[in-house]
């Protein structure tokens, strides 16, 4: 079916940046939204961005907006997260997922999940 890597996490300090990465394979990648999703330990999965098949619109959690900006180059398989200004409450596990729709609708899950990549930020 779909395979989903990412890459890109790791350890920062409060206040520095992050670029997450992940490619798609085995489905046709332009035709579908893209979206990040995470989870701090203990916690539910939340939503972070979204982002619809070309690239045109873009959607984002209120504990996000104006920090992180999601991004797509469908030459390359891949949609980007990049992560400014980062707070130690940005500290989860950060996934990325494709959905069966070219937009991103409202509480709508992904059917397609990446592994997961983890982000830590010290304060």
């Known amino acids: 079916q779909v395979q989903l890597v990412e890459s890109g996490g790791g350890l920062v300090q409060a206040g520095g940046s992050l670029r997450l990465s992940c490619t798609a394979s085995?489905?046709?990648?332009?035709?579908?939204?893209m979206g990040w999703f995470r989870q701090a330990p203990g916690k539910e999965r939340e939503f972070a961005a979204a982002?619809?098949?070309?690239?045109?619109?873009?959607y984002y959690a209120d504990s996000v907006k104006g920090r992180f900006t999601i991004s797509r180059d469908n030459a390359k398989n891949t949609v980007y997260l990049q992560m400014n200004s980062l707070k130690p409450e940005d500290t989860a596990v950060y996934y990325c997922?494709?959905?069966?729709?070219?937009?991103?609708?409202?509480?709508?899950?992904?059917?397609?999940w990446g592994q997961g990549t983890q982000v830590t930020v010290s304060s």
């Open positions: 085995g489905r046709t990648f332009s035709n579908y939204a």
């Open positions: 997922g494709m959905f069966v729709t070219k937009y991103y609708i409202g509480g709508s899950r992904p059917a397609y």
């Open positions: 982002i619809s098949w070309t690239g045109g619109n873009s």
